[in-house]
């Protein structure tokens, strides 16, 4: 079954760096799109990134210019590089995908996997 693992989550201070990984497996599929969304306390969640298939990535406004998307399908793994962190950067970061492109993606419903989410604490 498909499972997604994320890790790298932590506290640092305003303007501090925080890479997130997330371990995808269990699926051998040829199309995909995966992305990170992040939820902070009584606030909706919100998309931040996506990267799909053929490596074509889009982000959040409030993040374009600070945090990078990446992956590496030779081990499964998907990355969020987050530089110049902000307090309101603060949230549950989870990753999720689906087997389609990114194009065919609206928002988080279109995501049937999820992983267990990672916090990130600026201050």
């Known amino acids: 079954h498909v499972q997604l693992v994320e890790s790298g989550g932590g506290s640092v201070q305003t303007g501090g760096s925080l890479r997130l990984s997330c371990a995808a497996s269990?699926?051998?599929?040829?199309?995909?799109?995966m992305g990170w969304f992040r939820q902070a306390p009584g606030k909706e969640r919100e998309g931040v990134a996506s990267?799909?298939?053929?490596?074509?990535?889009k982000y959040a406004d409030s993040v374009k210019g600070r945090f990078t998307i990446s992956s590496d399908v030779a081990v499964g793994t998907m990355y969020l590089q987050m530089n110049s962190l902000k307090p309101e950067d603060t949230a549950v970061y989870t990753c999720?995908?689906?087997?389609?492109?990114?194009?065919?993606?609206?928002?988080?419903?279109?995501?049937?996997?999820w992983g267990q989410g990672t916090q990130v604490t600026v201050s």
């Open positions: 990267i799909d298939t053929n490596s074509n990535t």
């Open positions: 999720a995908i689906v087997f389609r492109g990114c194009a065919t993606v609206s928002g988080p419903a279109d995501f049937p996997y």
């Open positions: 269990g699926f051998v599929v040829s199309t995909y799109c």
